[in-house]
């Protein structure tokens, strides 16, 4: 007799989707005067399954398929918190910008289960089955509004390139199948470590991180970044800049290190690579940036590209250092982006960085706070960015990958230039106006993201236990 799989290992996922279809319901019978209630029981909702995933246990089920340890519980945890945050920022915007309906916050729940099943994913079926579960709904959110134009255009481009990237994963997945005769992750490691390393192998190999590369948004499958994060609406580019970038990048660490970490000389060199022109393409291509949008986008490729040292030096301390720089990551752009949502003058949302010159004077709160975060992204110690930095660049050198770590220091230093021109513009220019108040759930969100990134290092122990934990399940 055929046993059940052990349905309370994928708990918070069975959560959020039944919890999904009855916010739907309750939208779809209740109308647009809902529409705010679907908004705070879909942050609800979210933050219970974060609760859950915190009181789980490890495991496997699904013949396997869906994999649950402390590597996946800590990212699960990062992006349920990305993702209610993303909700608790955008209601309040999308209703003063007139695209508020309640399928809004349903379709954050149901991309944000794609990524639960993501980071659980313990074979090439489940990774690609959660992956389009994320992007289907991602497709839609990015032109959720409408009647701008842009928002329409960053959607196509998003799906053409989406499904662009979503071949070649396929793909890939196909050819490390026909050369190992196993889509689970253990069984590829075996076959892979038994001498059946070949060159069609390495093809898939190739094929697979391309895919998973567009998710991340590292360069040379960035180029949707820029222009979907300045078409979608604001909130939307700040649930783009946060959660799917952390489930993509605990994918990649997944595949790369439980099913190819025999072929470790195959997939280091990819990701070497994708790392250096991450850094390098984020660090120069900001600079000219005028609109903040494009520019958090290049930033972004460029912090994926830090992230991506830690994998590629492929170990214990790489890892660590991925999940203390994602949790860092996570602070920093929550905060930025809460200022970002309150840009708005006179009715009409503006998104020029030159818009935030003399903040210090017409609300010297929210600039202090900012430019704290503004440090952080930078590098600059003793705030939280600094410490990712520090972490993935030591397990470089541990490695022996001095070139990568040298070459993200020097990207650091350039990269420094527009974070601080954002500091310049606020406390040294004059002011061209005052913003609108600021809502009350942006306080919030931006005082804690800065108090949590000044104070990065009192935090840093218990995390960093946390991280080392989890970071050893998969070693």
């Avoid at 609800?44 to 996946?72: E, H, K, M, N, P």
């Avoid at 990237?165 to 889509?183: C, D, K, P, Q, R």
Wanted: aromatic share 12%; charged share 10%.
């Amino acid at each position: 007799m055929t046993a059940l799989p052990d349905f309370a290992l994928a708990g918070p996922e069975l959560l959020l989707a039944v919890g999904a279809l009855l916010l739907l319901m309750l939208g779809a019978y209740g109308g647009e005067k809902r529409g705010g209630l679907v908004s705070g029981l879909s942050a609800l909702l979210l933050v219970v399954a974060a609760i859950a995933v915190i009181v789980g246990r490890d495991g496997s089920t699904f013949g396997g398929s869906f994999v649950v340890d402390g590597f996946g519980r800590f990212l699960k945890v990062l992006v349920l918190i990305g993702s209610a945050l993303a909700v608790i920022m955008t209601q309040r915007f999308a209703v003063a910008e007139k695209f508020f309906h309640f399928e809004l916050p349903v379709l954050i729940v149901l991309a944000t289960i794609g990524m639960l099943l993501m980071i659980s994913a313990g074979d090439l079926i489940a990774v690609y089955l959660g992956l389009e579960l994320q992007s289907l709904a991602l497709y839609v959110v990015a032109s959720f509004h409408r009647d701008d134009g842009r928002s329409t255009e960053a959607g196509l481009k998003y799906f053409v390139l989406g499904a662009l990237s979503s071949g070649m994963l396929l793909y890939g997945a196909s050819l490390i199948y026909g050369f190992t005769g196993h889509v689970d992750f253990a069984g590829i490691a075996t076959a892979a470590g038994s001498g059946q390393a070949s060159l069609g192998l390495t093809f898939g190999i190739v094929f697979v991180a391309a895919g998973i590369a567009f998710k991340v948004s590292a360069v040379p499958f960035h180029m949707w970044t820029p222009d979907v994060y300045e078409g979608a609406p604001t909130p939307v580019t700040a649930f783009f800049a946060a959660a799917p970038k952390i489930a993509a990048m605990a994918l990649f660490v997944r595949v790369a290190l439980e099913a190819l970490e025999p072929v470790k000389a195959e997939w280091q060199q990819i990701v070497a690579f994708m790392s250096l022109a991450s850094m390098i393409l984020g660090a120069f291509a900001a600079i000219g940036q005028r609109n903040i949008k494009r520019l958090m986008a290049y930033s972004s490729i460029g912090h994926m590209g830090f992230a991506l040292v830690g994998l590629a030096a492929g170990s214990e301390a790489g890892v660590y250092g991925i999940l203390i720089y994602l949790a860092t990551y996570l602070a920093m752009t929550a905060g930025a982006f809460a200022v970002i949502l309150s840009m708005r003058r006179d009715g009409v949302m503006v998104e020029d960085i030159d818009s935030l010159a003399g903040l210090s004077r017409t609300n010297p709160m929210v600039a202090y706070l900012l430019g704290i975060i503004m440090f952080s992204l930078a590098g600059i110690p003793p705030f939280a960015g600094f410490f990712g930095k520090y972490f993935v660049f030591a397990a470089a050198i541990n490695a022996g990958l001095y070139w990568l770590a040298v070459i993200g220091i020097l990207s650091s230093v350039v990269g420094a230039y527009y974070y601080l021109r954002i500091v310049k513009i606020m406390f040294l220019d004059e002011p061209k106006g005052t913003f609108e108040p600021m809502g009350g759930e942006m306080k919030v969100v931006l005082g804690v993201s800065g108090l949590f990134v000044a104070a990065f290092a009192l935090v840093l122990g218990p995390l960093g236990e946390v991280a080392l934990a989890a970071a050893r399940t998969l070693f």
